[in-house]
DNA sequence: TGAAATGTTGGGGCG
DNA sequence: ACGCCCCAACATTTC
């Protein structure tokens, strides 16, 4: 009486709730008892040039943990497993007799081909192959702008999704699984290697509390105490003031519905903060649908007269910037925060992007790399429309000549230097008048707080207002070439 | 989801 | 009292 079984290919949807994939399985399970084989497999080298990072591997390493106890509580087990994912799905149904595949889909154009690929390749060997929207509210071809085209500017695509978005139903989570009872081989997690070999990852155990159910503590944290402020808040780079729920979104702990039903469960009243809060659940959207309709912007400017843009060949000053070592605090204590926790405070990433670009003349897509390196969060849509923002040469993008100050934005934003000294505590004991600018601080200053320029911090490596007016000149070469 | 340069206004010191 | 100048404060423009 019971079907064949359904296998359920986890990717980054690592939770049991709100899973279209899993949930259709265990509909059918619950119709016709068939069994379902929960499946992941680890196949970095088919994500084309975007291989995730060793912070990224950190988060993949105790989200599939955490799947593998909670899929272990339902009855089950998960199934990991190395290697391609073609070949790998057909070594399973040939082990198990599965008839069925469901999953959730995914953007990057590399493993969109791959997917189809394997989607062509089940259907024709008469195997069932389903997908699912399991990450977004809205998939970008499922809505274009007036005249027909994508979006690619914010406000509009954020009006025209709201207009279409039905907040959502979300999925419960299945009750139980139904256990595959015959013998199927699977690694275990610590057999993925995604632990570091150096133990670099010490704060990352402090900071951080990946998997599905951590992530809903979270967000409820988040959305019962800190969203009435997040219109400010937010800004504050030494203030609880976000959510940091961007790890858990992108590795599919959680899903942008359960946020938007959470906001409802809890009947927050509409306050700005809300209202903020899920405008930047937009701005995730609206990377995806920049992603997916214009896939080669991950190393390309979506605007092509940046292709002539004159950039920096300077390996010495991108080490620096990657090293928290340019001299100037906010920068520093930025690129040390994501050195120490793989994360930084997104008021932060617009400061020492902003840096790279125009202060150094160092290309987005260098800093993209560091950022997708390094980030616990790197998420190939958000990191390409946040560096494409701040080189100016995206979709929406901050228009070039917009060129941040890192004194005046630490001043602004930092103003008790709290974020600086937490991150680089041979500051600590300058004032607050000379924390964003020490090389202003008169010599018995300096000296009576510690700080030997050029020795315990750095002199700046360069000048801010010199690299203003270089940076200008350098982009009236991309105005000609319009 | 900037910053700097330039322009304007108005109060107050001063001859 | 008045015009002149200075300059802070704010507004607008430009990059």
Not at 108 to 136: C, M, P, V
Not at 204 to 220: C, H, M, R, S
Request: proline share 6%; glycine share 6%.
């Amino acid at each position: 009486m019971s079907d064949n079984p359904v296998l359920v290919w986890f990717r980054r949807d690592l939770r049991l709730s709100d899973n279209p994939s899993l949930h259709s399985a265990i509909k059918r399970s619950i119709e016709t008892g068939t069994e379902v084989i929960p499946v992941f497999i680890y196949s970095p080298e088919e994500e084309g040039a975007w291989t995730p990072g060793e912070a990224s591997n950190w988060w993949l390493h105790h989200s599939l943990l955490s799947l593998a106890t909670r899929i272990e509580e339902k009855g089950s087990k998960l199934i990991i497993r190395r290697g391609g994912a073609k070949q790998i799905l057909f070594d399973l149904v040939k082990e198990t007799g599965a008839t069925s595949i469901f999953w959730n889909r995914l953007y990057e154009s590399e493993i969109i081909s791959r997917d189809t690929g394997i989607k062509d390749a089940l259907t024709k060997a008469g195997i069932e192959a389903k997908s699912f929207n399991g990450a977004l509210l809205k998939e970008p071809w499922t809505f274009k702008n007036q005249s027909g085209k994508p979006f690619q500017v914010f406000t509009p695509f954020w009006r025209a999704l709201q207009k279409v978005l039905e907040i959502p139903e979300t999925l419960p989570e299945p009750l139980d699984i139904l256990h595959y009872n015959r013998t199927c081989s699977s690694l275990k997690v610590e057999e993925l290697s995604l632990l570091p070999k150096i133990k670099w990852d010490r704060k990352f155990y402090e900071t951080w509390k990946p998997g599905e159910v951590n992530a809903q503590i979270e967000l409820d944290k988040f959305l019962s105490s800190f969203v009435d402020d997040y219109g400010s808040a937010r800004d504050i780079p030494s203030v609880r003031g976000t959510s940091r729920m961007s790890p858990s979104l992108h590795f599919g702990e959680i899903s942008p519905g359960q946020i938007f039903s959470s906001v409802n469960r809890l009947k927050i009243n509409a306050s700005s903060g809300v209202e903020h809060y899920l405008r930047e659940i937009g701005w995730r959207e609206f990377a995806h649908h920049l992603l997916v309709h214009f896939p080669h912007t991950p190393l390309e400017p979506l605007r092509p007269n940046f292709k002539n843009f004159p950039w920096a060949n300077d390996p010495k000053s991108l080490l620096a910037w990657q090293q928290g070592k340019t001299g100037y605090p906010i920068i520093d204590a930025g690129m040390r925060e994501l050195w120490a926790t793989g994360w930084m405070h997104n008021r932060v990433r617009m400061i020492v992007s902003s840096f790279l670009v125009k202060d150094l003349l160092i290309s987005w897509v260098d800093g993209a790399k560091w950022f997708w390196d390094t980030l616990v969060d790197a998420s190939l849509a958000s990191n390409t429309l946040g560096w494409q923002w701040s080189g100016g040469c995206g979709a929406d993008a901050a228009p070039f000549f917009r060129i941040f100050n890192p004194i005046t934005q630490g001043e602004k934003f930092d103003s008790n230097g709290e974020y600086v000294r937490k991150w680089i505590p041979e500051l600590s004991n300058l004032p607050n008048k000379f924390i964003h600018k020490p090389w202003e601080a008169p010599d018995n200053i300096l000296k009576s707080a510690g700080v030997t320029l050029g020795e315990s911090y750095p002199l700046p490596i360069v000048d801010h207002s010199l690299a203003r007016t270089r940076a200008l000149r350098a982009f009236d070469k991309v105005k000609a070439a319009n």
